[in-house]
């Protein structure tokens, strides 16, 4: 079971250079989410997808965008990454319903220098 | 703006013992909270979720409970074995207020280590 599935693993970016984080899911879930988290300050939503078609700003959505390409597929870019975007990124999917979990991907790790 | 809080941010207990997790968060009004676990270098597994109305939801060795007046919730873990050892966060996602209805607040975590 593939679940939710992040490209790349590990990333090294230069400051000023751009990239997009992937994600798929295999669930037919109508949610999708990214998260970044960082050491001391827990989980904090970037972005979300409430359906396709649609996205949304999270807590902390500068220096991002996002296009929910399908059902299935989430990505996140970096227009100028900048060495504050280093962190593990997430992205998560949920299905439809009031209380439905979240479910995660295993995450990118980007160090930006 | 909701907060969540856990303490302690770690614990290290033998092997065998029963332990609990605590997790407060300020903001009552919430749809559920979920508890996750999280492995290094991997991401997030829910492990359960309680809904608002809910006291508490058991999974095996794992027994959460909801005291939504109080602002508390607790992760008990009965006879810890090493495997147990990872990370544990609770997350609670607030009822809906427009673009903050599908968010989750997350707590910093427990880091929870089993001593053989």
């Known amino acids: 079971n593939a679940g939710v599935t992040q490209t790349p693993k590990f990333q090294v970016l230069k400051t000023g250079q751009s990239m997009t984080l992937q994600c798929a899911q295999d669930?037919?879930?109508?949610?999708m989410y990214w998260y970044r988290q960082d050491p001391g300050m827990g989980l904090r939503l970037i972005y979300y997808?409430?359906?396709?078609?649609?996205?949304d700003k999270g807590e902390v959505p500068n220096g991002y965008n996002v296009s929910r390409l399908n059902k299935r597929e989430f990505s996140l870019r970096l227009e100028s990454a900048a060495p504050s975007q280093t962190s593990v990124y997430f992205c998560?999917?949920?299905?439809?319903?009031?209380?439905?979990?979240?479910?995660f991907g295993d995450g990118t790790r980007l160090s930006i220098l | 703006k909701q907060e969540v809080t856990q303490i302690p941010a770690a614990l290290s207990v033998p092997e065998g013992e029963n332990l609990v997790l605590n997790c407060s968060f300020t903001d009552s009004a919430i749809y559920n909270l979920q508890w996750f676990r999280q492995d290094p270098g991997k991401g997030l597994t829910s492990l359960l979720l309680i809904q608002s109305s809910q006291r508490e939801q058991t999974s095996g060795r794992l027994n959460a409970s909801l005291d939504k007046s109080s602002g508390r919730s607790t992760l008990y873990i009965a006879a810890s074995q090493p495997g147990d050892s990872a990370t544990y966060l609770c997350a609670v996602r607030l009822v809906y207020s427009g673009a903050g209805s599908y968010q989750l607040t997350f707590g910093k975590g427990t880091k929870l280590s089993v001593i053989p």
């Open positions: 998560a999917s949920r299905d439809l319903g009031l209380n439905q979990p979240q479910h």
């Open positions: 997808s409430a359906s396709e078609g649609t996205t």
């Open positions: 669930m037919n879930h109508n949610s």
